[in-house]
């Protein structure tokens, strides 16, 4: 039975979502349930990765239809390892959301759809078959246009309808590209793929499968110049809802890249060259952003940007080394841009305000606090020995092997902006005296809360500050998964037979 076991995680959060709805005009209820199931998913997610780890990729074929014929899930030491980070970030989230979300939004199936899109998240690093990475992928838009929208207020609304329209232009290039690719080849399983697509004779028509793929998930990664959406979208929910989606929904579109351009489209300079060109002008765009911006939830949307330049540099380079480094930054990102949108959410209920120049003196009201937010910040940056530093060594060493010199500037630039982005931040929200902020009436400022809301909202910070400070001076262990991943990217063969012989 543990190869059925990495359904698990996908089947509790589905009933998660359906539970929650049953008790739809019970909030509290859908609080305990959601924490309670959540912690439970940890514990699913934990025991899946132990399991790929011992006793190598998982496959499950659903309805005794054997590969290439069937649904096929499968779980490797990647895809294990991003469903338990999916696992811990929802876990926080939801804590978090149970103090911070207003029961009027509540009310209208916050909780449901959160979960609907953790199970969206966690198909999608399970998945086996491309035409069902593409349904995974629907679920996630329309639950994550859900949770923008509650609320309505005006730039929700606003925002939503760019992320929906971009999003959706991305779904439909990708249908375009599975379509072409299914035309060449007859199958849309990932592994099956693997093995046809190198021996096609018609190279051209491959190429413009791979252009429409890199398209596609570019979208949804936010890459230059495709990443417009994410800093005019991601500002406007509640910031547990910023939180799920800065941490996980790009990085969704970032793992799509790394499995369909290690399995699929191999050994092709071009490609490679292109994806190092998008990586520098990511890492730069993202980066002029954040240094530009006035609003802090916008500066860390566009720091999302610059550091999913990081990841796509290394899969450009494409050696075992740049690779392991893509996956450590991945790892840490995913822990990192969730709790910085949380720590954001907690400014937000102290301050009443985002504006970057209007914010100050938190240094001097709450020093614990901000002796807290400075955690994640450095790891943010890439101060050594933090978790943010390691995989840039990486990368760079990477870059070096293969010449990519220009990389290796971009690289240690987007570091410094960074660096220069958090500097300024810190001098002028934490730093700087208190400005006269205008008191908002019917808003439920950090200080009005009770005790256990306070403990509920800073309690997930502390949990992935500790992740991350643990990433960071552990670094040795998740090197060696991430090298482990990198080698099972490089040679992907046991990945196609552990997928091609399994029989349900």
């Not at 500066?299 to 480094?325: D, K, Q, W």
Request: aromatic content about 14%; proline content about 4%.
């Amino acid at each position: 039975m543990t190869d059925q076991f990495l359904l698990y995680p996908l089947l509790l959060q589905f009933l998660l979502s359906i539970i929650t709805m049953f008790a739809w005009f019970k909030i509290e209820l859908q609080k305990v349930i959601s924490m309670v199931g959540s912690a439970a998913g940890i514990l699913l997610s934990a025991y899946l990765f132990y399991i790929v780890w011992n006793d190598g990729t998982q496959v499950t074929q659903a309805a005794s239809w054997d590969a290439p014929f069937g649904i096929t899930f499968a779980a490797d030491t990647l895809s294990s390892m991003l469903v338990l980070l999916t696992s811990i970030s929802g876990f926080a989230v939801s804590v978090y959301s149970s103090a911070s979300i207003i029961s009027a939004r509540l009310r209208f199936g916050y909780f449901p759809i959160f979960h609907f899109l953790i199970l969206g998240l966690t198909g999608a690093f399970l998945t086996g078959d491309i035409f069902n990475l593409y349904v995974w992928f629907e679920i996630i838009i329309i639950s994550s246009f859900v949770l923008i929208t509650i609320g309505g207020e005006k730039p929700q609304i606003e925002g939503a309808v760019k992320y929906f329209t971009l999003n959706i232009l991305a779904s439909v290039i990708f249908l375009t590209a599975i379509a072409v690719l299914y035309g060449l080849t007859g199958t849309l399983n990932i592994a099956d793929l693997a093995m046809l697509v190198p021996e096609l004779q018609n190279r051209g028509l491959v190429d413009v499968a791979a252009i429409l793929f890199l398209i596609a998930f570019g979208i949804k990664s936010a890459v230059f110049p495709l990443y417009f959406w994410l800093p005019a979208s991601y500002h406007t929910p509640p910031s547990a809802v910023s939180a799920i989606f800065g941490g996980l929904l790009t990085k969704v579109g970032v793992y799509a890249l790394i499995r369909i351009f290690s399995l699929v489209f191999l050994d092709d300079p071009f490609l490679d060259n292109v994806l190092i060109a998008i990586a520098v002008l990511t890492i730069f765009s993202g980066g002029f952003g954040a240094l530009v911006q006035k609003n802090l939830r916008k500066t860390f949307s566009y720091l999302i940007i610059c550091h999913i330049g990081f990841m796509i540099a290394g899969l450009g380079v494409f050696t075992e080394i740049a690779i392991a480094g893509t996956i450590f930054y991945l790892f840490h990102d995913i822990i990192m841009k969730t709790n910085l949108f949380l720590i954001n959410g907690i400014i937000y209920r102290i301050k009443g305000t985002n504006s970057i120049k209007k914010l100050g003196g938190l240094y001097d009201e709450h020093p614990k606090l901000s002796l807290l937010f400075i955690l994640p910040f450095l790891a943010l940056i890439g101060i050594p020995p933090f978790s943010g530093f390691w995989p840039k060594i990486s990368l760079i060493l990477g870059s070096f092997e293969t010449g990519n010199y220009t990389l290796v500037a971009a690289i240690i630039f987007g570091s410094l902006l960074t660096l220069i982005v958090i500097g300024r931040i810190w001098s002028r929200v934490f730093w700087k005296p208190s400005g006269e902020i205008p008191v908002r009436k019917h808003f439920l400022y950090f200080k009005k809360m009770t005790k256990l809301k306070q403990a509920q909202m800073i309690g997930p910070v502390v949990l992935l500050t500790a992740i991350t400070l643990y990433i960071g001076f552990g670094a040795e262990h998740i090197q060696e998964i991430s090298l482990r991943i990198s080698r099972e990217l490089l040679n992907n063969e046991d990945y196609i037979k552990a997928v091609m012989t399994h029989n349900s």
